[in-house]
């Protein structure tokens, strides 16, 4: 399956657009860094108290993302330097393929002697980060200088940063899913909207009803998201996940994880309410009419604006035996070996502050991770059931994430195309994946 030929994913979101669960800045600052008993770095101990204001030094920001970021970004960086006017900040843009290759490019990076001071990371490469040893923990700066950071943010994002007992990023951003529906077809149809606790059979029932035509006139009750992230509200909507809780070993091999498979495979193959995943552009076919339903993040509202589409509203996944979903958050790291750690707290407090996430709203692709702004009448004007964003944190679980994230994605997603293509069947596709990933984790545990 190549890039032009699949729906976008988490993943191409952020390299377009560097939100939705990851999508900020890196910048960089302080002193030497302290190591802690347990190797970790001791930041706080090594910074003492904001620099002083004619402090000359240069922070290099490692950062991914696309114009919104950069301008927003810039923004955050000029305040910055009116506090700071002799300190020159170099943000390097880069594109993210796969986390591995993120941090293998940091890693090389550190290696030429271009060390980053702030590293901008989505959950999906914050263990990998940390496992090298690329940064920071930041425990002691938010506990003597941060707790505003994180108050208004909610726990469950913290969480999703937090690795060995340690944090260590400051969250700025995050995405989700949610069921997006077409409300003018719903109407049409003599559908109620969906109600916040539908169900698989419900939500069902509807896409065989809003399923029509045939040929070129063909319109299909529901899209299926063709990317991993995506695809996580279906495990975790039957009480399962593809890891187990502790992100160690392979689940795929759970009754509910193939039933959840079984279930979306069927949309396609038995109960035809999806068009075949392969070469879906989902976010095209529910602006047209091609679709009745799909399921994304925050990220695609602001295309669906510019191309005049405004007959959609968004309802939580519909659950089998639980109403969790999923949800990816980016966030701020420090170094490990930054010079300048005290600057680069600074810049990221900067970064995180409420102007630069009002910025994150207006752009609109990334759901603030600041509360207070993500519940503004600006952000939730728009659909009508916006509050279910944040609100959704209330029940939903990290995308899986260990170490090897990029290797349980490839492997889940090469036998989940073999499912989707009808080669294989889905309890044969979710053995062989239980297997091969069971493989990959028990390698990731002796490493």
Not at 328 to 333: L, P, Q
């Amino acid at each position: 399956m190549t890039k032009s030929e699949r729906q976008p994913s988490r993943r191409d979101f952020l390299k377009l657009t560097g939100f939705g669960s990851a999508a900020a800045l890196l910048a960089a600052c302080g002193a030497a860094p302290a190591t802690s008993s347990s190797g970790a770095t001791s930041t706080a101990a090594a910074i003492g108290g904001p620099p002083a204001a004619d402090t000359t030094a240069t922070l290099t920001i490692f950062d991914f993302g696309g114009d919104a970021e950069k301008k927003i970004y810039g923004e955050a960086e000029a305040r910055f330097k009116k506090r700071y006017p002799n300190v020159t900040i170099t943000d390097n843009f880069t594109p993210v393929d796969t986390w591995s290759g993120y941090a293998d490019k940091i890693t090389t990076q550190i290696a030429g002697g271009q060390v980053p001071d702030i590293i901008n990371v989505a959950i999906e490469g914050t263990r990998l980060l940390v496992k090298r040893g690329l940064l920071a923990s930041i425990d002691e700066l938010v506990s003597q200088d941060g707790k505003d950071l994180i108050a208004d943010v909610a726990k469950p994002l913290i969480d999703a940063f937090t690795v060995d007992g340690k944090l260590w990023q400051v969250p700025h951003s995050w995405n989700n899913m949610v069921i997006y529906y077409n409300t003018k077809m719903f109407q049409a149809a003599k559908i109620d909207p969906p109600k916040a606790d539908w169900t698989w059979d419900q939500f069902l029932e509807i896409a065989k009803k809003l399923t029509t035509g045939s040929g070129g006139n063909q319109v299909f009750g529901f899209a299926i998201p063709n990317f991993n992230f995506g695809l996580q509200p279906w495990f975790l909507t039957n009480g399962t996940t593809a890891l187990t809780p502790d992100w160690t070993q392979s689940n795929l091999n759970d009754p509910k994880a193939i039933e959840a498979m079984t279930f979306v495979h069927d949309l396609v193959h038995v109960h035809k309410v999806s068009p075949a995943v392969e070469g879906t552009d989902a976010v095209n076919l529910l602006a047209t009419g091609k679709v009745a339903m799909a399921g994304f993040g925050h990220w695609p509202i602001q295309n669906f604006i510019a191309s005049k589409f405004l007959d959609f509203d968004v309802q939580y996944w519909p659950r089998k035996t639980t109403a969790t979903s999923v949800y990816g958050v980016g966030g701020f790291a420090i170094g490990k070996d930054s010079k300048n750690k005290a600057l680069a707290w600074e810049l990221i407090k900067e970064l995180s502050g409420t102007q630069t996430s009002q910025g994150i709203a207006d752009a609109g692709a990334a759901i603030p991770a600041r509360r207070s702004i993500a519940n503004t009448p600006g952000f939730l004007k728009f659909p009508s059931n916006s509050k279910i964003y944040y609100e959704s944190l209330n029940d939903s679980k990290p995308v899986p994430a260990p170490a090897n994230f990029n290797e349980v994605e490839s492997i889940f997603m090469r036998h989940w195309g073999e499912m989707m293509s009808g080669s294989v069947a889905p309890k044969d596709a979710m053995t062989a994946a239980h297997t091969e990933l069971a493989a990959a984790m028990a390698k990731l545990k002796s490493s």
